[in-house]
């Protein structure tokens, strides 16, 4: 996932998502306890389930890199759904706050006041551009194409203020060094 995708995920969410031996404690309360489903699902034998949570000290054994990252995947599928697609649909419905650290400009001599420069833009975005974000992003689209969709949306919100100014200007996202949402 890219900073785009984890901003999104991060403000669909209200809690931390579990990580460590929570975060497979989280999975067998999600299957109700079956060391099997629990296999099933993170592509392991039953027995391998079993030594990762067996309370005897010496059977004991941690997950290698490998199943901690198909943990921390499955619990992040798993992990607040309803609160997931409420927030999902209020910033359908009522937009987000968009937080970035972008370089900005126009395309000008050395030494300019229009040269290209960090900036920091906090931004309330519409509904439509988070429909727009969320269908890109259920569709597989990726990094790239969700920051030409944020970047159309910054240019006629921040800079072309919905048409009544900038008229032809060209925005494109370049050194993103941080982009974040938040639902409210």
Do not use: C
Not at 16 to 45: C, D, H, I, N, W
Not at 65 to 92: C, F, K, N, S, T
Not at 170 to 177: G, K, L, T, Y
């Amino acid at each position: 996932m890219g900073k785009i995708s984890n901003g999104i995920e991060r403000a669909l969410l209200t809690r931390p998502v579990p990580t460590g031996t929570s975060a497979l404690r989280f999975l067998m309360r999600s299957e109700k306890g079956s060391t099997r489903k629990v296999a099933r699902l993170l592509g392991v034998s039953q027995r391998t389930v079993q030594r990762w949570v067996t309370k005897r000290p010496g059977a004991r054994r941690t997950p290698g890199p490998l199943q901690v990252r198909a943990i921390e995947e499955a619990v992040l599928a798993r992990w607040q759904p309803r609160i997931r697609a409420r927030r999902r649909a209020q910033a359908e419905a009522e937009g987000f706050v968009f937080h970035t650290r972008a370089r900005f400009g126009f395309a000008a001599p050395a030494g300019s006041s229009d040269d290209p420069r960090v900036r920091w833009i906090t931004q309330d975005l519409p509904g439509e551009v988070a429909r727009e974000l969320f269908a890109a992003r259920d569709a597989g689209a990726g990094e790239q194409q969700q920051k030409v969709i944020l970047a159309r949306a910054l240019g006629h919100s921040y800079f072309r203020e919905w048409g009544r100014r900038a008229h032809g200007l060209h925005i494109v996202f370049s050194d993103v060094e941080f982009a974040d949402f938040s639902i409210d």
